[in-house]
């Protein structure tokens, strides 16, 4: 990355980041945003000017500290150090400069919260993943992993009663239907083109059950990347249909009577060098690894506080419920949707390359960098310990006698006491990152609880 920032006002540009001034200004981009994902799961930022831009590669944009303490209704709450006074820098990652093709002129980075002097800031959510990652090194592992991400396409219309607008879907159609393909195409068409133009790899895409409801996956890649893919995966989806004059949301459940959106997890666990995927065992049950057992047995123990991270909204606890696809348990199993963690069929002829677990309690309300960091918590913790998962569960477990199989928490509100009693996520946030994004969330519970349905909707769909 480009130099933090240098008191003496001398800023010396590594070769990535003179690559970003060079093509700026080749390709007249105008204004370089620098973006972050927030504790709301809220993606912002500000944007630097070309002339400016290698200038503020070195400094990056100066930014109040108050931003992490921000909740997804601009609410702004008391988390100690996260007030008025205090200075944090958003400084972009040179290797993640993409430009806008939705916003012609602009262009984008992700960027990591530092403290002036440029070291880490406790409350960075790109850091936080960051280290999980180093920490993942350290022990001889390396995480792959793939956002597989839903959303609702529509047009945000005024409510006929005067309430709060309302997400109108654009189609119908049936799941997986030729007609909801047709009914999408432009959209679709145009998506794709911005994605890969980005550097992103579609791999598959089709509609969903949902009225409106597409669903377009992300080739993997290691864990960092995967993230960074996934923000500029929201941004290009809801950037493409405001050019189209449509609205795109990703939010759990945009639409009360509609299917939601999740954003499941695959991740894969490989040696340093991602030559051999540590999770296949051909000889293995199910083709998995004594190493994989391990990894879920730490999921499973975790996922009650997990998905306080990876189910990051009130919205999300509408969509988590029993025989909805949506995994309300928690429990494992073999190509099982109602289990919390889906142990994949392999595809293709190279079946160790393909093999990988799918975390289903996981929306895009979530702070990506959060969510993926604690997965990886998670099942570092697992390993450590050499965590027994229990059987695998390869029927609906809402078939079972009640109580035979946990349930995964029925709100956020829940979500948040598990985390917050949860020591291993708890230290692996710290004390700044926890308590804000305890704060933060909290907040939120408390907000949507004093207001209707469509209040909620509305709120969701209009920010994720």
């Not at 022990?139 to 597989?148: I, P, S």
């Not at 393909?181 to 980005?198: G, I, P, R």
């Not at 009650?304 to 949506?326: D, E, H, K, Y």
């Not at 142990?343 to 309300?365: M, Q, R």
Request: net charge negative.
């Amino acid at each position: 990355m480009a130099d933090r920032y240098d008191i003496t006002g001398v800023h010396t540009l590594d070769p990535a980041a003179g690559r970003v001034v060079e093509r700026a200004d080749t390709e007249g981009v105008e204004l370089i945003r620098f973006l972050y994902a927030d504790h709301g799961g809220v993606i912002r930022g500000k944007a630097t000017s070309r002339s400016l831009l290698a200038e503020r590669l070195g400094t990056g944009i100066g930014h109040t500290v108050a931003m992490m303490a921000m909740n997804m209704l601009d609410g702004l709450q008391s988390v100690e150090h996260l007030g008025p006074v205090g200075e944090v820098r958003i400084v972009p990652d040179p290797a993640t400069f993409v430009r806008l093709p939705y916003a012609p002129g602009a262009a984008a980075m992700l960027s990591d919260l530092c403290l002036p002097d440029g070291s880490p800031w406790a409350a960075c959510p790109r850091t936080f993943l960051r280290e999980a990652v180093a920490t993942l090194a350290d022990e001889g592992h390396a995480l792959v992993a793939a956002y597989e991400p839903e959303f609702t396409l529509g047009h945000r219309v005024p409510d006929p009663g005067g309430g709060p607008d309302r997400l109108v879907p654009v189609d119908d159609s049936l799941c997986y239907s030729t007609t909801g393909f047709n009914q999408a195409h432009d959209y679709t068409m145009a998506l794709v083109h911005a994605l890969e133009s980005q550097g992103l790899r579609p791999e598959h895409c089709h509609p969903e059950l949902g009225h409106g409801q597409q669903e377009l996956s992300i080739r993997h890649a290691p864990a960092l990347r995967a993230a960074d893919n996934h923000v500029i995966y929201r941004e290009t989806v809801r950037g493409v249909a405001t050019r189209m004059s449509m609205w795109a949301s990703l939010a759990p459940k945009p639409i009360a009577d509609q299917a939601g959106n999740g954003a499941h997890i695959h991740v894969s666990l490989w040696d340093p060098e991602l030559s051999v995927n540590t999770f296949s065992d051909p000889s293995g049950r199910y083709g998995l690894s004594a190493k994989a057992y391990h990894f879920i047995g730490g999921l499973i123990a975790h996922l009650p506080a997990l998905t306080a991270l990876t189910c990051g909204s009130v919205n999300s606890f509408r969509r988590l419920a029993p025989q909805m696809w949506s995994s309300a348990y928690s429990c494992y199993g073999m190509d099982n949707r109602e289990a919390a963690v889906r142990i994949c069929s392999p595809t293709g002829k190279d079946v160790a390359a393909s093999t990988n677990l799918e975390i289903k309690p996981s929306d895009s309300s979530a702070n990506p960098y959060l969510s993926l960091g604690a997965v990886i918590h998670a099942g570092l913790d697992g390993i450590r310990r050499e965590l027994d998962p229990g059987e695998a569960v390869n029927v609906d477990p809402a078939t079972l006698p009640e109580g035979s199989v946990p349930r995964l928490p029925s709100s956020l509100g829940e979500a948040l006491d598990a985390l917050e009693a949860d020591d291993v996520l708890m230290n692996a946030l710290g004390p700044l990152r926890s308590s804000a994004y305890l704060a933060v969330k909290r907040s939120e519970v408390k907000s949507f609880a004093a207001q209707d349905v469509a209040y909620e909707l509305f709120h969701h769909f209009k920010a994720f």
